[in-house]
């Protein structure tokens, strides 16, 4: 005995007017017909336990990286402060400070702490003729200058 042809997959006219789905080999089930209930997912004591212990230890974990990362970053700059304190001995060592613009301020990390400062100053020379030259600043890891900066 041989099974014939069945008919393609998709919706069909029952003789009540509606329609109903056949996937190939099998009639879907009727609205209103039950559905097998589906397992209750409860969370056990132990598992809510797991849970909180793990999030705790994320938390942990991820504030002691983000407060260490913190601690250590140097990347925050030199303040306003020292900023200011470069710029006044810059200004110390030119013909004419009153008409010093500083510009271009670039700075990176020192080795034991601080930073260098970098930057333009425009300013007039002893002829009055406005100059640019460029500078460097070395602020220690408590924010004061070490040393006199570099004007060339």
Known sequence: ?????TAPAGWYPQDDGSQRYW???AWAPLPGTPRPARAKSEWKS???K??????LCVLVIGGCVWSGSRANNQHQGPTDASVSSCERAVKAQL???STAEF???RWGDR???????????DSENGFGAMIRSTWI???NASGSIDGAPIVG
């Not at 005995?1 to 042809?5: A, E, F, K, Y």
């Not at 601080?114 to 333009?120: D, T």
């Open 1 to 5: 005995m041989t099974d014939g042809p």
């Open 50 to 55: 797991a849970f909180a212990g793990i999030a």
């Open 111 to 121: 080795s034991g702490g601080g930073f260098i400062l970098k930057g333009s100053v």
């Open 103 to 105: 510009s271009d301020h």
């Open 137 to 139: 600043c070395e602020i």
């Open 23 to 25: 996937d190939g080999k």
């Open 46 to 48: 132990g598992d809510k």
């Open 95 to 97: 013909k004419s400070p």
